[in-house]
């Protein structure tokens, strides 16, 4: 596992350096057999190390790794941009099974988050945040963004967000049924996740309000 782990930290945190070896393994393989055909594979493979490696190692780590923490300790904005923004280099600490920590770096471009979206999470420094590991190679973590504070925070905000738009139509209207009904499913929804007395309350008086109508 920790052999498979150093391949995959390499591959995600050194795209460059890995295509250099893919020309080089494969031009070798193709010099030594005199065959052309083994120089196929390496567009192919670097173009997927590039789109997917940071989403195998992820998927690695959650699935084989242990779970522990990690603290940023340095936040540095670069002059390199994705996106129309800038990319910031990051130093970590990263507690081992032993409680001593580590230390760790990555990108904003080569961070490897879970879950796996097609969104750049980073949590904030001097934080601690929840993270997976191979024992004996801690330096490659997934970050499990959706674990930590702040990810929780927006997590709730993201499923607050259908009962708060749901909430103005019915204050709008508040005879309309179809806007009683949309505001009633809403809070099910985030209630089925928060156990928070007010949103609960609220949906009880939406469902007499809902049968009064009727």
């Given at each position: 596992?920790?052999?498979?782990?150093?391949?995959?930290?390499?591959?995600?945190?050194?795209?460059?350096?890995?295509?250099?070896?893919?020309?080089?393994?494969?031009?070798?393989?193709?010099?030594?057999?005199?065959?052309?055909?083994f120089l196929a594979?390496?567009?192919?493979?670097?173009?997927?190390?590039?789109?997917?490696?940071?989403?195998?190692?992820?998927?690695?780590?959650?699935?084989?790794?242990?779970?522990?923490?990690?603290?940023?300790?340095?936040?540095?904005?670069?002059?390199?941009?994705?996106?129309?923004m800038y990319i910031?280099?990051?130093?970590?600490?990263?507690?081992?099974?032993d409680g001593k920590?580590?230390?760790?770096?990555?990108?904003?471009?080569?961070?490897?988050?879970?879950?796996?979206?097609?969104?750049?999470?980073?949590?904030?420094?001097?934080?601690?945040?929840?993270?997976?590991?191979?024992?004996?190679?801690?330096?490659?973590?997934?970050?499990?963004?959706?674990?930590?504070?702040?990810?929780?925070?927006?997590?709730?905000?993201?499923?607050?967000?259908?009962?708060?738009?749901?909430?103005?139509?019915?204050?709008?209207?508040?005879?309309?049924?179809?806007?009683?009904?949309?505001?009633?499913?809403?809070?099910?929804?985030?209630?089925?996740?928060?156990?928070?007395?007010?949103?609960?309350?609220?949906?009880?008086?939406?469902?007499?309000?809902?049968?009064?109508?009727?």
């Amino acid at each position: 596992m920790i052999f498979i782990s150093k391949i995959l930290f390499f591959t995600s945190h050194h795209g460059f350096y890995t295509v250099i070896i893919l020309f080089v393994f494969f031009g070798l393989l193709s010099f030594v057999t005199k065959k052309a055909w083994f120089l196929a594979p390496i567009l192919p493979l670097a173009i997927l190390n590039g789109f997917a490696g940071q989403y195998l190692n992820a998927w690695f780590l959650n699935k084989y790794g242990v779970e522990s923490t990690a603290i940023i300790t340095s936040d540095v904005e670069t002059n390199s941009t994705l996106n129309d923004m800038y990319i910031h280099d990051y130093e970590a600490i990263v507690k081992k099974p032993d409680g001593k920590y580590s230390s760790t770096f990555f990108s904003t471009t080569s961070a490897t988050i879970y879950p796996i979206e097609n969104a750049i999470r980073i949590p904030p420094t001097e934080i601690p945040f929840p993270v997976k590991y191979i024992p004996g190679y801690e330096k490659n973590i997934v970050i499990l963004y959706n674990e930590s504070e702040e990810g929780k925070a927006v997590l709730k905000y993201s499923k607050l967000a259908p009962v708060n738009s749901a909430r103005i139509k019915y204050e709008a209207d508040r005879t309309d049924k179809e806007s009683i009904a949309e505001y009633i499913i809403a809070l099910e929804a985030y209630t089925a996740s928060y156990d928070e007395e007010s949103y609960k309350i609220k949906l009880e008086e939406l469902k007499k309000e809902l049968k009064q109508l009727k």
